[in-house]
């Protein structure tokens, strides 16, 4: 159950397209005037999953005095990797253009996803330019990314219904690609016995933006698999305080709360 200091507004609409209407939610502290956000962004394989799926943490992190949106996006196979993409943009950019009514310091908004929703998020954050809906060169900036269990390159010929055309369609569509200096601060936690996505993802993910001098956190858990992060063994635990001081020392300005 939320907080009593927690307020969740549901089903938001924040874009409208031809044949329907995206829908988030929204969880505030109780009191809030200028604080940081996170726009979390749900797995299922591209094809399935809704918002929701992160409620556990936003009530959790909201208590903490993070406002989390939670957008919905469209599946396949009603639409490919850059109009999901799109589609989380569109999040973004709702949570910036709401910022006074939601209390929210629009310099102060991260993005976190798990399984296919970090591999969307991830795009987000290191190439909005390319995938904004509204197609401008003052795309919404995000502060942090960061992943869970996720995939990173989709260049494999079994991803290919997903990444949408062009020639270069796959390699657009692989996070691991965008990667370089003016990547956000990233946190990326992915557990040792993952047989859903190989923690091979996230190592070599890891490695590029090492490379490319990001500041950056890794978290791996023994256990859990993939979906470690809502295991209640202790790994939901685990990963919450690394993801929390995380978060804190990126978006509080060193100070923890």
């Given at each position: 159950?939320?907080?009593?200091?927690?307020?969740?507004?549901?089903?938001?609409?924040f874009r409208e397209l031809d044949d329907r209407t995206l829908r988030l939610d929204t969880y505030?502290?109780?009191e809030t005037a200028s604080n940081p956000a996170v726009v979390y962004v749900h797995g299922g394989a591209w094809r399935a999953g809704s918002k929701g799926q992160f409620s556990r943490y936003a009530v959790e992190f909201a208590d903490r005095g993070y406002v989390g949106v939670d957008p919905n996006y469209r599946l396949a196979p009603d639409a490919n990797v850059p109009e999901m993409v799109a589609d989380v943009l569109a999040g973004v950019r709702?949570?910036?253009e709401h910022a006074d009514?939601?209390?929210v310091d629009p310099d102060r908004i991260a993005i976190a996803g798990h399984s296919a929703g970090a591999?969307?998020?991830a795009l987000a954050a290191l190439a909005p330019g390319e995938f904004d809906p509204e197609d401008t060169t003052d795309s919404p900036s995000l502060a942090t990314l960061a992943g869970f269990s996720g995939v990173y390159d989709l260049r494999e010929d079994r991803y290919a219904?997903?990444?949408g055309n062009g020639p270069d369609a796959a390699e657009r569509a692989s996070p691991i690609t965008w990667v370089d200096a003016d990547a956000p601060p990233t946190f990326l936690a992915h557990a040792a016995d993952d047989e859903t996505v190989p923690i091979d993802e996230t190592d070599a993910l890891y490695e590029e933006l090492l490379s490319a001098g990001v500041s950056i956190d890794r978290f791996r858990a023994d256990g859990g698999g993939h979906v470690f992060l809502y295991?209640?063994?202790?790994?939901?635990?685990k990963a919450t305080e690394r993801f929390a001081s995380f978060l804190n020392r990126h978006l509080w300005s060193g100070t923890h709360r």
């Open positions: 159950m939320p907080s009593s200091r927690v307020v969740v507004e549901r089903d938001v609409p505030r502290p109780a709702w949570c910036h009514s939601l209390g591999h969307l998020a219904p997903l990444v295991d209640d063994m202790g790994w939901y635990e």
